[in-house]
């Protein structure tokens, strides 16, 4: 599939006419836009501004991979991620993942290969999530932990993590994108 040129779909693009913030909170900047329609007409567009995340596959030398359990309030459940975090304000995405794998695996790599992006709400919001794969992993240290951050740190197989999606366990976008790419990666050579 050939890269889009930028205004190879122009006939689609919606202008914004005007943009009221509507809450501004720690995480999230939420909009309503006013924008002109393809057709010429307007309509409305409520979406999420976010800063950005990073998710990392950390590889153990033994081939298994760092998971984590983290209890996620909106669902009112723990979930089994991988390790990832916000990106902060002008810091370099790399940066990002190494400091969260160091914070909530006490993990550090001597080997970081980016890997691409994903658009986890499309609808909703300007969200991105830079996909790194951790090799040449290190204990460095215990979990240093944010305030208010509380989660269990677990080894999986791919395999299992594989199984995991399959039987409905392993349901956050992140994850089943990551692990996606973890196959192709670890089996497939890409």
């Not at 991620?81 to 190494?98: C, F, H, R, S, V």
């Not at 830079?130 to 791919?158: C, M, P």
Request: charged share 30%; aromatic share 8%; with cysteine.
């Amino acid at each position: 599939m050939k890269k889009q040129l930028a205004n190879e779909h122009a006939h689609l693009e919606e202008t914004q006419i005007e943009s009221t913030q509507v809450y501004r909170g720690k995480l999230l900047d939420v909009r309503l836009d006013r924008v002109r329609l393809p057709d010429g007409h307007e309509s409305a567009r409520e979406y999420v501004i976010h800063q950005g995340a990073v998710v990392i596959i950390p590889v153990l030398d033994s081939g298994e991979l760092i998971f984590e359990r983290q209890y996620r309030y909106p669902l009112r459940r723990a979930f089994l991620e991988l390790p990832a975090g916000k990106i902060e304000d002008g810091e370099d995405i790399l940066k990002t993942a190494t400091r969260e794998l160091l914070e909530e695996t006490g993990h550090s790599a001597s080997q970081w290969r980016y890997l691409g992006v994903v658009h986890p709400c499309i609808g909703y919001s300007n969200e991105r999530i830079e996909i790194y794969i951790a090799q040449g992993l290190r204990r460095e240290s215990d979990q240093q932990l944010d305030h208010g951050e509380f989660l269990d740190v677990l080894n999986l197989s791919l395999d299992e993590a594989l199984d995991a999606i399959r039987r409905g366990d392993v349901t956050d976008g992140k994850t089943i994108a990551a692990l996606f790419w973890a196959e192709k990666v670890l089996r497939s050579g890409w």
